[in-house]
């Protein structure tokens, strides 16, 4: 039973027996594992704290011969993201962030563009907090990431510049196209919204700081929505929760 030692961030844990966890971790070296925590529940014990949801941590684990799920040895936590005192904005998205991710990542395969967008994006939203760019920026990063975000930047039937009239957006087909060869059929994308998706090159920080104009946020969240549930073929449980607690604090771009 070799003992495998990664660097990760929890994603979830959910009861496995009376003190034990299933934990299930995105990993540098690994993607995505799911690993069992045995004892983690009992108040002695020195790895509770540690794999909270949305901790950075190095863990070492290993495998059984014929098993599904390996088991954790030891835990370190690097960071908690959440901290002591979360806030609610903080704790709905970055769990958002998470089920994008358990959809997204294959397990034991390495991730470690998906795992150096989640810790930028992390810590973006710790430091400067919660902004509908940034939620935008990780929905728009992932779907690249994980081939579902066509090149919407010209027509893809005539080649034609989209920059200053938008775009209409075919999921279906992965297409984005011009008003004339669309004939007006599909997600109609604004002018400004194109604008905003050419700055994805810039870093969480920097795009987290956007004020997006109405048209731009409601063009880009009916985008990323729909690409997600044709290519994830569900809805994701935990973004209705986060429209919510967003909308409630005020915050519309």
């Not at 039973?1 to 959910?14: G, N, Q, S």
């Not at 949305?54 to 098993?67: Q, T």
Request: hydrophobic share 40%; glycine share 8%; aromatic share 10%.
């Amino acid at each position: 039973m070799p003992i495998r030692d990664a660097e990760a961030v929890v994603l979830r844990h959910y009861p496995l027996a009376e003190a034990d966890q299933i934990v299930v971790l995105l990993s540098r070296e690994y993607g995505k594992i799911r690993t069992v925590a045995k004892g983690v529940k009992k108040t002695k014990s020195r790895m509770g704290g540690c794999l909270e949801p949305l901790n950075h941590v190095r863990v070492e684990f290993y495998a059984r011969e014929g098993r599904e799920l390996s088991y954790i040895r030891q835990c370190d936590l690097i960071h908690s993201f959440l901290g002591r005192n979360p806030t609610l904005d903080r704790m709905c998205a970055f769990t958002y962030f998470a089920e994008i991710l358990q959809e997204f990542v294959q397990e034991d395969q390495p991730s470690e563009l998906f795992f150096r967008l989640f810790l930028a994006v992390l810590g973006a939203g710790e430091t400067l907090g919660v902004s509908l760019a940034l939620v935008r920026y990780f929905e728009l990063w992932s779907l690249r990431l994980g081939g579902f975000l066509p090149n919407y930047a010209s027509c893809s039937v005539c080649g034609s510049c989209v920059k200053d009239t938008g775009f209409y957006a075919w999921p279906e087909g992965g297409e984005g196209r011009c008003g004339r060869c669309a004939l007006g059929k599909g997600l109609y994308i604004r002018a400004a919204a194109v604008g905003v998706l050419q700055r994805l090159s810039e870093s969480p920080q920097q795009f987290a700081c956007l004020s997006l104009p109405n048209s731009a946020a409601e063009d880009l969240e009916r985008l990323t929505q729909a690409l997600l549930e044709l290519n994830l073929e569900k809805r994701l449980k935990s973004y209705p929760v986060l429209k919510r607690v967003l909308g409630a604090r005020g915050q519309t771009r």
